[in-house]
């Protein structure tokens, strides 16, 4: 079966439309995981499914499922989607894009009156950002049995939210959504994505053939000294956590990352206890997103952060205590499926690369249960996790036509 097209304005009005929830007055959204917003485009998307006849289902974790029947409904179906959960300050396609694609890849079969010969799943998995609730990739992790979500019931997100409440309340607004257990059989997955990256664009490339997902690992470090009087307490006198903490980021920005650079290292969040202007904090706490394509240079590069966490804590008479908030070794595709991408890319006459993503993405987590793979499209000067973040509309259609493309191929392909 050859694709039939995409329809490509009724895809950019989808994007609109779902931009407009959550929307930041800069452009860009704050859809949170779990969060009103995220259940605002959970039931947009279920009312679109439902408007075409689509079946709908959520399991325990809140993943949402998007079904159209195959020639043969006994084989696992095919997966094809990514997420609709944002970060505070997202962009309107990371995630978005993946998911609307998905949807529409099963609006133009239709529309052709095509069957494909197994049955495709479009999925929105829940949580990918991590932003919010702490790890990423939640829903795509629960699903592949790496993680049991009642080990997560407990969490109270950076917003002081109960996990547990939310997703209770994410799982409720669906009553239209049959519920499904956690996991099953899948025939493999496909994730289109934005590249959150510059190299496309830079090499004027229409797609990247994604072979791969670089390691992450979060760290939280909470440094304690002792709280004191900003006026009175001269500096030969102080514990003061604050003093630790600028000497650890120091070095590490000075003298480990240089030395690596394919290493990444990114604090996102600091604070103080108790925050206030004229007390020496009694502690102080900062988040660690260190990246790296190695599993062991991953390690070793945790394994400086605390090495130097204890050196610059003795000078200052401070204690550290670190917690790994989240633990995603580096993965690599199928190639069966990265195959089928490159050659229905060849087809379609999309110039392309192999590349490796620097972002972590679910399709890392549905790598351990089907073959599965990503492609990729440029977004502007490689900017994402920012409200600016903007993919021209001639990517998000070769992106969209490669994905139906390389979708009909796994379904008929695949076992
Ligand atoms: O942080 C990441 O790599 C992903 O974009 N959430
Ligand atoms: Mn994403
Ligand atoms: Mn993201």
Same mark, same amino acid.
């Given at each position: 079966?050859?694709?039939?097209?995409?329809?490509?304005?009724?895809?950019?009005?989808?994007?609109?439309?779902?931009?407009?929830?959550?929307?930041?007055?800069?452009?860009?959204?704050?859809?949170?995981?779990?969060?009103?917003?995220?259940?605002?485009?959970?039931?947009?998307?279920?009312?679109?499914?439902?408007?075409?006849?689509?079946?709908?289902?959520?399991?325990?974790?809140?993943?949402?499922?998007?079904?159209?029947?195959?020639?043969?409904?006994?084989?696992?179906?095919?997966?094809?989607?990514?997420?609709?959960?944002?970060?505070?300050?997202?962009?309107?396609?990371?995630?978005?894009?993946?998911?609307?694609?998905?949807?529409?890849?099963?609006?133009?079969?239709?529309?052709?009156?095509?069957?494909?010969?197994?049955?495709?799943?479009?999925?929105?998995?829940?949580?990918?950002?991590?932003?919010?609730?702490?790890?990423?990739?939640?829903?795509?992790?629960?699903?592949?049995?790496?993680?049991?979500?009642?080990?997560?019931?407990?969490?109270?997100?950076?917003?002081?939210?109960?996990?547990?409440?939310?997703?209770?309340?994410?799982?409720?607004?669906?009553?239209?959504?049959?519920?499904?257990?956690?996991?099953?059989?899948?025939?493999?997955?496909?994730?289109?994505?934005?590249?959150?990256?510059?190299?496309?664009?830079?090499?004027?490339?229409?797609?990247?053939?994604?072979?791969?997902?670089?390691?992450?690992?979060?760290?939280?470090?909470?440094?304690?000294?002792?709280?004191?009087?900003?006026?009175?307490?001269?500096?030969?006198?102080?514990?003061?956590?604050?003093?630790?903490?600028?000497?650890?980021?120091?070095?590490?920005?000075?003298?480990?990352?240089?030395?690596?650079?394919?290493?990444?290292?990114?604090?996102?969040?600091?604070?103080?206890?108790?925050?206030?202007?004229?007390?020496?904090?009694?502690?102080?706490?900062?988040?660690?997103?260190?990246?790296? *394509?190695?599993?062991?240079?991953?390690?070793?590069?945790?394994?400086?952060?605390?090495?130097?966490?204890?050196?610059?804590?003795?000078?200052?008479?401070? !204690?550290?205590?670190?917690?790994?908030?989240?633990?995603?070794?580096?993965?690599?595709?199928?190639?069966?499926?990265?195959?089928?991408?490159?050659?229905?890319?060849?087809?379609?006459?999309?110039?392309?690369?192999?590349?490796? !993503?620097?972002?972590?993405?679910?399709?890392?987590?549905? !790598?351990?249960?089907? *073959?599965?793979?990503?492609?990729?499209?440029?977004?502007?000067?490689?900017?994402?996790?920012?409200?600016?973040?903007?993919?021209?509309?001639?990517?998000?259609?070769?992106?969209?036509?490669?994905?139906?493309?390389?979708?009909?191929?796994?379904?008929?392909?695949?076992?």
């Amino acid at each position: 079966m050859t694709a039939p097209a995409i329809n490509a304005e009724r895809l950019q009005q989808r994007l609109e439309a779902f931009a407009r929830i959550g929307a930041t007055p800069a452009g860009g959204v704050n859809r949170q995981a779990l969060s009103a917003e995220d259940r605002a485009a959970r039931r947009l998307l279920t009312e679109l499914a439902q408007a075409r006849g689509f079946s709908v289902f959520q399991d325990p974790i809140a993943n949402l499922f998007i079904r159209r029947g195959g020639h043969d409904d006994s084989r696992p179906p095919l997966l094809i989607g990514s997420h609709l959960d944002s970060q505070p300050t997202g962009g309107r396609y990371d995630g978005a894009l993946g998911t609307l694609a998905a949807f529409e890849a099963l609006e133009a079969l239709q529309d052709a009156g095509l069957t494909s010969e197994a049955p495709i799943e479009v999925v929105a998995w829940t949580n990918e950002e991590g932003s919010r609730f702490a790890p990423g990739v939640m829903g795509s992790m629960a699903f592949a049995g790496a993680a049991d979500p009642a080990t997560w019931q407990s969490l109270t997100g950076s917003d002081g939210a109960s996990f547990a409440h939310e997703l209770a309340a994410t799982l409720a607004a669906l009553p239209e959504a049959a519920p499904r257990s956690l996991g099953m059989p899948v025939s493999g997955y496909i994730e289109l994505h934005i590249e959150q990256g510059p190299s496309l664009e830079k090499e004027g490339l229409a797609v990247g053939v994604v072979t791969g997902v670089q390691g992450t690992r979060w760290l939280k470090v909470t440094i304690s000294g002792e709280a004191g009087h900003a006026g009175t307490t001269p500096l030969p006198y102080r514990r003061d956590p604050m003093v630790a903490a600028v000497g650890i980021l120091h070095q590490l920005q000075a003298s480990v990352m240089p030395s690596d650079a394919d290493a990444r290292l990114t604090v996102g969040r600091i604070a103080t206890i108790p925050g206030s202007v004229n007390a020496i904090p009694k502690a102080v706490s900062f988040s660690l997103d260190i990246r790296h *394509p190695s599993a062991s240079r991953l390690a070793a590069i945790e394994a400086e952060v605390r090495a130097i966490c204890r050196d610059q804590c003795e000078r200052q008479g401070c !204690s550290a205590e670190i917690a790994t908030a989240f633990d995603m070794p580096p993965g690599t595709f199928a190639p069966a499926m990265i195959d089928i991408i490159e050659t229905a890319a060849d087809r379609l006459f999309l110039s392309s690369k192999k590349m490796v !993503s620097g972002a972590f993405h679910d399709a890392l987590f549905l !790598s351990k249960v089907a *073959p599965t793979a990503m492609i990729f499209v440029p977004c502007r000067d490689g900017i994402s996790h920012n409200e600016a973040e903007y993919v021209e509309p001639a990517s998000v259609r070769d992106g969209a036509r490669l994905l139906l493309e390389a979708t009909i191929v796994a379904a008929k392909e695949l076992p």
